[in-house]
């Protein structure tokens, strides 16, 4: 029948979509391919069957022998320092020793070109260990490569997780005995105030909300340490030092400082000084330690 405008019943023909022939070349070039390659991949598992070449890490067995020692030992001393009494190993007094310094500045000698004469040097003495300090730095000297689990636990108590990481710590027995036990894997000692407020200056960095945020302006301090009577960098160095009442909350305020490991590429390479350096009770020697890590 016809319709009411007076036309047939065939519907009228919709009008085709034209392709660009560049992509119609591309799809059927990608159909061809993706038919070619499931015609030449085997059945079964795509793993067994993957002919890709994948490097193959070899381990010598001198190291696993080595880190499985290496382990052992340190399992067998943490229990034998852990035991009541055995604390006692580390010494109780103070330790001094006699080191040769030049008497005037390094620049003044190097621009002459000479060596230093017996005239030129005097000696010197030096405290070897941390007895008799109240606060002490400790910077984790190793990485966790050999590791006992305990030695994690009393590390991440100290708030030493990673190489090259310093806190301030208050020099009592209990943080004494904890030192004692991760002894290869830390140094510590006492340290001047000048080398405190510096590093402070040049590493610090604050907690902020749960953020690592750089101390570079006092006004970050006042604003989280204002209650506690410490408005800028300076308080910050002299609660430090002076291990006073408000130590632990300048030390939790302090994000651990990451310092600069003191070996070069060229000694890690060619020396085979992978990993630490001098580790221990460094004493006085702290401060020029932590001179050349900033």
């Keep these: 029948m016809p319709n009411e405008d007076g036309s047939g019943g065939e519907k009228p ?3 085709l979509q034209l ?3 560049s992509v119609l070349k591309k799809k059927h070039d990608l159909d061809e391919m993706k038919a070619k390659r499931e015609a030449q991949a085997p059945r ?17 067995p001198e190291r696993f022998l080595a880190r499985a020692a290496q382990r052992r030992n340190h399992e067998i001393r943490y229990n034998r320092v852990n035991k009541k009494g055995m604390q006692k190993r580390a010494s109780n007094r103070r330790e001094e020793r ?12 190097d ?3 000479t060596a230093l004469g017996d005239e030129d040097k005097k000696e010197v003495k030096y405290a070897s260990n941390s007895v008799g300090a109240s606060v002490v730095f400790a910077v984790r ?17 100290l708030r030493l997780r990673h190489e090259n990481e310093g806190v301030f710590l208050k020099y009592n027995e209990s943080t004494r005995k904890m030192l004692h036990l991760v002894e290869p894997w830390v140094s510590y000692g006492f340290v001047s105030k000048s080398t405190i407020t510096d590093l402070i200056n040049r590493r610090g960095h604050g907690r902020v909300e749960g953020k ?20 800028c960098v300076e308080d910050v160095a002299h609660e430090i030092y002076s291990a006073s009442e408000g130590f632990a909350v300048a030390s939790t305020f302090l994000w651990p400082f990451r310092l600069t490991g003191i070996h070069s590429k060229f000694q890690k390479l060619k020396l085979n000084k992978k990993e630490g350096g001098d580790y ?15």
Aim: charged share 35%; proline share 4%.
């Design 44 to 60: 079964g598992n795509k793993k067994v069957f993957d002919n890709r070449r994948r490097p193959v890490r070899v381990i010598k």
């Design 111 to 113: 621009d002459a070109g």
């Design 141 to 157: 000297a190793r990485n966790r490569a050999g590791m006992p689990s305990n030695v994690k636990k009393v590390l991440s108590r």
């Design 98 to 109: 006699i080191k040769t310094v030049a008497k005037v500045a390094d620049e003044e000698v």
């Design 212 to 231: 690592r945020v750089p101390l570079s302006d006092n006004m970050i301090i006042e604003k989280e340490l204002g209650e506690s009577g410490i408005i």
């Design 13 to 15: 023909q919709q009008e």
């Design 19 to 21: 392709v660009p022939e």
């Design 280 to 294: 221990g009770d460094c004493g006085e020697e702290m401060d020029g330690l932590i001179r050349q890590m900033l």
